[in-house]
């Protein structure tokens, strides 16, 4: 998905993809193939390069928790950390917050006064109203809507289609 939001966007490239689970030099994709470029410890051996971002993407998680406690065992410099979004989004850049490595993906919409973490995934028409709170490393699936004013904790995972009613904490 991020892959793919990339190539969309003038003057970024994809270097590779660290990964843990496939061996270095795997081609990774069915119709356009990037390397990866050796296991997730690597990344130390781009901080330095100036050109060199990182977006932090995760999929089959089996263990979240411990995902999120390794990116911040990481300690990549916010500096670092680039957010990918869509131009087929909507948000108001004067009326929400989004942090670090965040990404939203074809007509995904943030409502105004919404703040959002670091790490967060927004899927293809997902959906947050207004005056809300998402924690860091939030994943809405595709179609997934969380209600206004509400507040939405570390980790939290909301499936495709899922619907959350207004004024929640969770």
Request: charged share 20%; net charge negative; hydrophobic share 40%.
């Amino acid at each position: 998905n991020a892959t793919m939001i990339i190539e969309d966007i003038e003057g970024m490239e994809l270097l590779g993809y660290l990964d843990d689970l496939k061996p270095t030099g795997t081609l990774m994709g069915e119709l356009q193939k990037y390397k990866v470029l050796g296991p997730i410890k690597d990344y130390k051996k781009y901080l330095d390069a100036d050109d060199v971002y990182f977006f932090y993407a995760f999929a089959g998680m089996t263990d979240p928790k411990a995902s999120y406690e390794q990116i911040l065992e990481m300690d990549i410099p916010e500096a670092k950390l680039i957010n990918i979004i869509h131009p087929q989004t909507y948000l108001s850049k004067n009326y929400t917050s989004v942090g670090k490595s965040f990404m939203m993906m074809p007509f995904s919409q943030l409502g105004p006064e919404v703040k959002v973490g670091n790490y967060c995934i927004m899927l293809g028409n997902s959906f947050v109203a207004h005056n809300t709170v998402l924690g860091d490393f939030v994943h809405l699936a595709s179609n997934a809507v969380v209600g206004s004013c509400s507040e939405v904790g570390i980790g939290t995972h909301f499936g495709t289609n899922c619907m959350t009613k207004e004024n929640l904490k969770i």
